[in-house]
């Protein structure tokens, strides 16, 4: 009883997020978080246990480079820690500038504006690019960072179907009287299938229909084209994307995220992508070691990772298809293996993981309902021997759950 007299029932109002819990639990789908021991590299500990690292993004090996660890430690020693500000306030540090013009020639492109991540930079950017009497024409598995910019902005939002240009035409002409700004916009590569977007046939229909063009290279930079300049060069499209948003995360082994485009367009971003705006730019240390990445790919060196990113790839899926297991979507080194159910997925990474490799399984909502799998990634810095293991244990762990 309280003071007032009333009976107080004392319910927990979050009560309903430990029910969900507890149910996703029952079904095997709420997987433990792993923990790492040590760097991210292609064989390491997690949660104390040796394993084959196949579920990181780090493509090059960057992540613990000897020479973007030197670059971080000499920023950090010269700089400090923090940028202490907004970029649009006092957080714009003279290194944040060299990085956006050392990506901006790396891509061949006017200018670049740098965020805090990829996904700020997709939401950021589409979100102030449209508006809610636009319209955006996204495929069907874009990823969250550009649905989530797409709902922000407010526009219309018409999804084709999956890399299927025919049906991206009927949208458009379906729109053909459309009042307001237009925007296509995909993944460069899919980062659930590994399969590359038909970038020439969109950029045909953007110029076709007056849209902005808009490509997320965020598995695709340092990955695929020239030096891993991505499916802008990989596919010769040069003049014809409009807006280019890449990573700093993935195979530049660091932490951010970039649009590309021109002059005007980037300098309208500094006033109205919110993230830019409202959110603390990179220490030092990582705008450091991204510097030193892109010198490093603008390099012999780092053409001879890329090579080697693409014969480690080719030589996992000729080894892991030896063994019976079918990937007919995936074009890079991202690997999906079909399962279906998503707790059958869980269990098979378990059982990977149990047996020496780790490789995350991918279900709902990251991807379909009934279109669960593992994906596995290659990297740059797997032995071949690393890859030869991998792929025996997970023909072995595959078998007696019926995946091959
Ligand atoms: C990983 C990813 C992002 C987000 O990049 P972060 O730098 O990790 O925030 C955006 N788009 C796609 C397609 C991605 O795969």
């Given at each position: 009883?309280?003071?007032?007299?009333?009976?107080?029932?004392?319910?927990?109002?979050?009560?309903?997020?430990?029910?969900t819990?507890?149910?996703?639990?029952?079904?095997?789908?709420?997987?433990?978080?792993?923990?790492?021991?040590g760097?991210?590299k292609?064989?390491?500990?997690?949660?104390?246990?040796?394993?084959?690292?196949?579920?990181?993004?780090?493509?090059?090996?960057?992540?613990?480079?000897?020479?973007?660890?030197?670059?971080?430690?000499?920023?950090v020693?010269?700089?400090?820690?923090?940028?202490?500000?907004?970029?649009?306030?006092?957080?714009?540090?003279?290194?944040?500038?060299?990085?956006?013009?050392?990506?901006?020639?790396?891509?061949n492109?006017?200018?670049?504006?740098?965020?805090?991540?990829?996904?700020?930079?997709?939401?950021?950017?589409?979100?102030?690019?449209?508006?809610?009497?636009?319209?955006?024409?996204?495929?069907?598995?874009?990823h969250?960072?550009?649905?989530?910019?797409?709902?922000?902005?407010?526009?219309?939002?018409?999804?084709?179907?999956h890399?299927?240009?025919?049906?991206?035409?009927?949208?458009?002409?379906?729109?053909?009287?459309?009042?307001?700004?237009?925007?296509?916009?995909?993944?460069?590569?899919?980062?659930?299938?590994?399969?590359?977007?038909?970038?020439?046939?969109?950029?045909?229909?953007?110029?076709?229909?007056?849209?902005?063009?808009?490509?997320?290279?965020?598995?695709?930079?340092?990955?695929?084209?020239?030096?891993?300049?991505?499916?802008?060069?990989?596919?010769?499209?040069?003049?014809?994307?409009?807006?280019q948003?890449?990573?700093?995360?993935?195979?530049?082994?660091?932490?951010?995220?970039?649009?590309?485009?021109?002059?005007?367009?980037?300098?309208?971003?500094?006033?109205r992508?919110?993230?830019?705006?409202f959110?603390?730019?990179?220490?030092?240390?990582?705008?450091?070691?991204?510097?030193?990445?892109?010198?490093?790919?603008?390099?012999?060196?780092?053409?001879?990772?890329?090579?080697?990113?693409?014969?480690?790839?080719?030589?996992?899926?000729?080894?892991?298809?030896?063994?019976?297991f079918?990937?007919?979507?995936?074009?890079?080194?991202?690997?999906?293996?079909?399962?279906?159910?998503?707790?059958?997925?869980?269990?098979?990474?378990?059982?990977?993981?149990d047996?020496?490799?780790?490789?995350?399984?991918?279900?709902?909502?990251?991807?379909?309902?009934?279109?669960?799998?593992?994906r596995?990634?290659?990297?740059?810095?797997?032995?071949?021997?690393?890859?030869?293991?991998?792929?025996?244990?997970?023909?072995?762990?595959?078998?007696?759950?019926?995946?091959?």
């Amino acid at each position: 009883m309280s003071e007032s007299g009333t009976q107080v029932i004392k319910q927990n109002p979050l009560l309903y997020v430990t029910e969900t819990l507890n149910d996703l639990r029952v079904k095997g789908l709420a997987p433990k978080l792993r923990v790492l021991d040590g760097e991210q590299k292609p064989v390491c500990v997690f949660d104390g246990c040796e394993v084959i690292n196949l579920a990181s993004n780090n493509y090059l090996g960057l992540t613990s480079d000897k020479r973007l660890r030197k670059a971080s430690v000499e920023a950090v020693r010269k700089l400090g820690v923090g940028a202490g500000a907004v970029r649009t306030i006092a957080g714009t540090m003279k290194l944040h500038m060299e990085l956006e013009e050392q990506i901006a020639k790396f891509k061949n492109v006017e200018a670049c504006v740098v965020f805090q991540s990829g996904f700020t930079a997709n939401a950021g950017t589409v979100s102030a690019v449209l508006g809610k009497e636009d319209l955006i024409i996204s495929d069907e598995l874009n990823h969250a960072s550009i649905i989530d910019g797409a709902r922000l902005s407010k526009a219309m939002i018409k999804v084709f179907k999956h890399k299927d240009v025919t049906d991206c035409e009927r949208i458009l002409q379906e729109h053909a009287a459309f009042p307001g700004k237009k925007l296509i916009i995909t993944d460069g590569v899919f980062s659930m299938d590994g399969d590359i977007a038909p970038l020439p046939e969109l950029c045909r229909l953007a110029e076709d229909y007056g849209c902005i063009m808009m490509v997320d290279d965020a598995h695709a930079s340092g990955v695929l084209g020239r030096g891993g300049r991505g499916t802008v060069d990989h596919h010769q499209c040069h003049g014809r994307v409009h807006i280019q948003v890449g990573t700093l995360s993935k195979a530049i082994g660091s932490m951010g995220g970039y649009v590309c485009g021109s002059r005007d367009l980037i300098e309208f971003l500094y006033l109205r992508a919110r993230p830019f705006l409202f959110s603390t730019s990179h220490p030092p240390a990582t705008a450091a070691a991204c510097q030193a990445a892109f010198r490093l790919l603008d390099s012999p060196d780092g053409e001879k990772l890329v090579e080697k990113l693409w014969a480690n790839t080719k030589f996992f899926k000729r080894e892991l298809k030896k063994r019976g297991f079918q990937f007919k979507t995936s074009e890079t080194p991202i690997v999906p293996i079909h399962v279906g159910d998503g707790a059958k997925a869980y269990e098979f990474s378990r059982k990977l993981f149990d047996a020496g490799v780790f490789a995350p399984a991918v279900a709902y909502p990251t991807v379909a309902e009934g279109k669960a799998r593992l994906r596995a990634i290659v990297s740059a810095a797997h032995k071949r021997e690393h890859l030869l293991k991998a792929a025996d244990i997970l023909a072995e762990v595959a078998k007696p759950l019926g995946i091959v």
